[in-house]
Each structure stands twice: as C-alpha cells, then as structure tokens.
C-alpha cells in the first residue's frame, strides 16, 4: 500500500504529472483503490451565505468589490434560511454543506455568532459542516469547532510564486496561518487550488509540494478548473483541456492518497466521459447544486443520473470522521476575543487586476 509522505519535492510531482497519460491514469487508481472505495463519491452542496462586495483582488473572483461583474451582493443569510437549504441538501443527497462567505477574514461580532448558530444547526440535522469564511484566528477556529465544524477551507490556490500573480492583498503565509490555527482544533482542513489561471505545470506541482508536504495533509483538497467570469482580470483565460485536469486529479490523488480529492468548479465544462476519467483518477468528492458560490454549475438530477450511469453511490456522513458534537452558545467555554490581527498586506502592483479594475464599465 502507497504510504503517505510529507516530503514530496517539486522535481518529483512534476516527473508524476509528466509521465504518459496511460502510465499516469493506472498508477493513481491504484492508488485510489488502494485507500478509498473506488465507487463511492462524496457530494457536498456549497452554500453562499454572504455574497460579493469582498475587499480582496483575488483575480479570478467575481465576489472582489473591485472588478466589475455581475454578482449581486447579499448580506449574511438567516439562519433560518440556511436550515431551509440544508435540509433540501440533504434530501437531495448531500452529505456536507459548505457555507462560503466573502469575506477577507472573520470579524468576531453578530455575524460570526450567527454563523456559529448555523453551524450547530447544521451539524444537528446529521450533516458534515463545512465553512470557508477567509482568514480566522486560533480563537475563532476553537469557536467553530465547539460549534460542531466538521471541516473547514481555506485554499492555497497555487504555488507560492505564482500566488503573487493572482492576489497583492494578502500573502501565501496568511492562508499557511489560518490552516495551522485550524489544525489546533479538532477540525479537518479542506485546502487546495484552482488551475487555468495561466500557470506553468512547475506551479501546480509547487502547490502540490505546499499541500502534501503539511503534516498531516488536508483531508480534503478541492482540484477548480478556473471558470473565467467577465469582469474578472482573468475573463480572457482559455479554459484548460480536461486532460490537464485529469493530470492534476491523478497527481494529487497520488501524492495525497488518504485525501478526498474534490473535482470542483468547471464540470460544466467538462463531459460525463471526462468527469467519469477524473474519478477514475482518484476524484472522489463533487459539489452538487446549479451554483458554486457565484459560477454555474451542474444540476443535481444530472449528477444523479450521471452517478447512476457509472454505478457510483453517494458517501454518507461521518465515514472518515466521527460527528462532533455541538456545543450550545450559553455553556461555551469560548468567548469573542475582538482580535486584529496582523494579516499582511503585500499591496504590490499586478497589471491585470488594475487594468479590470479601472476598466470602462461598457455604455447601455
Ligand atoms: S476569493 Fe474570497 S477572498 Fe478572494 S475576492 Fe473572492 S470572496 Fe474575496
């Protein structure tokens, strides 16, 4: 059996990533077989619970108040709300909700209360809770655990050099930060990246050496296809071909083999032959539901019928991971702390964003 290694370099994930594609394909699935059920695909539905107007200039998101889209922004959600979609989730076949908020990082206050309200009604209804909310401190991931988190994410998005390139508001050792603060929790950490945003094969190996070389590796560890939005700096990128996705699937499954690996956002530009490949490949998680946060996304009764095209079950909750439990907010042993922490600002020059920045919104 493939043992986990912390101690990947770039050299080797790039000669996995390069060698033939056959060679490649049957060496993750081994893997794969070797540590998961190779039928069984975990389905989580990704909530957005606060969208648009983010002080960020991460340039392939149309959430970043910035740039000139056609998100619509919205306040926090209720809680009551949340439960209403929770509770279609479930019944739709999802195992895990993931509540996504634009936000840099968490502010403690009403609006994290409420989220810590969201999570215990979540982990109540017997689902796996998931919450990317930017960057938080170690007193705000214990908040979240003793609320019943399940798992938390926090991507890295690329390699360490080419993150310049993408995002001047905050630096790679922040998101480093917020993974280790979660790591000092019970809860599981969700991390990983987006590919097509015109980096080089080095760059998805250097993510994949950041990633595998933690201790303990993410649990889970998301694989996007950049979904290039108009407004976006990124709104000229050419979609990359599913075989650099199946190659990114299939390095990833191999360097991370206890990991579910999550085939995340672009399926909608992805065949069911593709999709079926990357599973294949190791992928053994999705989001379900017509949206991802703001970009389409398949429909569920089409992954369903896709699952039972390739007689592939969905996962149920709590297999890897015991459910924790849920702490109620009055017996928290907790409290909100008011931190501010030192976050970086790196505020260096990159073009692309600039230029979509003070572009010329077209005349109607
Ligand atoms: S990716 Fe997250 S942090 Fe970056 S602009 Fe979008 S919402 Fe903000």
Redesign the pocket.
């Given at each position: 059996m493939a043992m986990t290694r912390h101690d990947w370099t770039k050299e080797e994930i790039l000669k996995i990533y390069n060698q033939p594609f056959m060679d490649l394909l049957y060496a993750a699935a081994s893997v794969h077989r070797e540590h998961h059920d190779p039928n069984t695909v975990q389905v989580s539905t990704l909530l957005s619970i606060k969208t648009?107007g983010?002080?960020?200039?991460?340039g392939?998101?149309?959430?970043?108040a910035r740039y000139h889209t056609n998100v619509e922004g919205n306040d926090l959600m209720s809680v009551n709300q949340v439960k209403a979609q929770a509770l279609r989730a479930k019944e739709a076949g999802s195992s895990r909700v993931c509540m996504?908020?634009?936000?840099?990082n968490v502010k403690d206050g009403q609006e994290f209360d409420d989220v810590l309200e969201m999570v215990r009604t979540i982990n109540r209804l017997g689902m796996e809770v998931c919450c990317?909310l930017?960057m938080i401190t170690e007193n705000q991931a214990k908040r979240l655990a003793e609320a019943g988190l399940y798992a938390y994410n926090h991507n890295l998005d690329s390699s360490e050099e080419y993150y310049k390139e993408v995002?001047s508001t905050?630096g790679y050792q922040d998101r480093l930060d917020t993974i280790e603060n979660v790591r000092k929790t019970a809860v599981t950490v969700c991390s990983g990246g987006i590919i097509g945003m015109g980096e080089s094969a080095e760059d998805r190996a250097g993510m994949l050496v950041a990633l595998s070389t933690l201790n303990p590796q993410p649990e889970s560890v998301p694989i996007n296809a950049l979904v290039a939005v108009e407004g976006t700096p990124m709104e000229e990128q050419e979609p990359i071909s599913i075989w650099e996705m199946v190659r990114m699937i299939a390095t990833t499954r191999i360097v991370m083999p206890e990991t579910q690996v999550r085939l995340s956002a672009g399926r909608t530009q992805m065949s069911r032959e593709g999709q079926a490949t990357c599973f294949f490949a190791g992928a053994n998680s999705i989001f379900a539901g017509d949206k991802l946060?703001t970009t389409p996304n398949p429909d569920v009764n089409e992954d369903m019928e896709m699952f039972k095209l390739l007689g592939l079950q969905p996962q149920k909750p709590f297999v890897k991971k015991a459910q924790p439990e849920t702490v109620d907010a009055q017996n928290s042993q907790y409290q909100a702390l008011g931190e501010k922490p030192r976050w970086t600002r790196p505020g260096h020059v990159i073009e692309r964003n600039l230029a979509a920045q003070y572009k010329k919104e077209p005349k109607v």
């Open positions: 648009g983010c002080s960020e200039d991460c392939y998101c149309p959430q970043a996504g908020a634009a936000w840099r990317t930017g995002i905050r946060l």
